[in-house]
């Protein structure tokens, strides 16, 4: 059973940064694509950040690119995100997701595991 833990999330002011982090049990972390997804209330869930095992390539939504930095610690079996010149507009839940395969990081719909979800407010 693969089990994902967030944590990292509170309240800040605008412009200010904080980092998600996110544990993964299971052995085959390291093979894992990676996601962050956040979904604020009344919104659909939306893709924030991607990382594949193997693949140089990371993927960010085009509104938080520049600001987020997603990243892995494959011997800690963790994922990060660091999230920086933070809006009010990134208040959301974060949730944090593994894909066994990859195919399409920027898809929530292929992400087999998912954690139970961290609140980040950002306060104007």
């Known amino acids: 059973q693969v089990q994902l833990v967030e944590s990292g999330g509170g309240l800040v002011q605008a412009g200010g940064s904080l980092r998600l982090s996110c544990a993964v049990s299971g052995r085959t972390f390291s093979t894992y694509t990676m996601g962050w997804f956040r979904q604020a209330p009344g919104k659909e869930r939306e893709f924030v950040a991607g990382?594949?095992?193997?693949?140089?390539?990371?993927y960010y939504a085009d509104s938080v690119k520049g600001r987020f930095t997603i990243s892995r610690d494959n011997a800690k079996n963790t994922v990060y995100l660091q999230m920086n010149s933070l809006k009010p507009e990134d208040t959301a839940v974060y949730y944090c997701a593994a894909d066994r395969f990859g195919t399409r990081p920027t898809q929530h719909y292929e992400y087999d595991y998912w954690g139970q979800g961290t609140q980040v407010t950002v306060s104007s």
């Open positions: 990382i594949r095992w193997n693949d140089p390539r990371i």
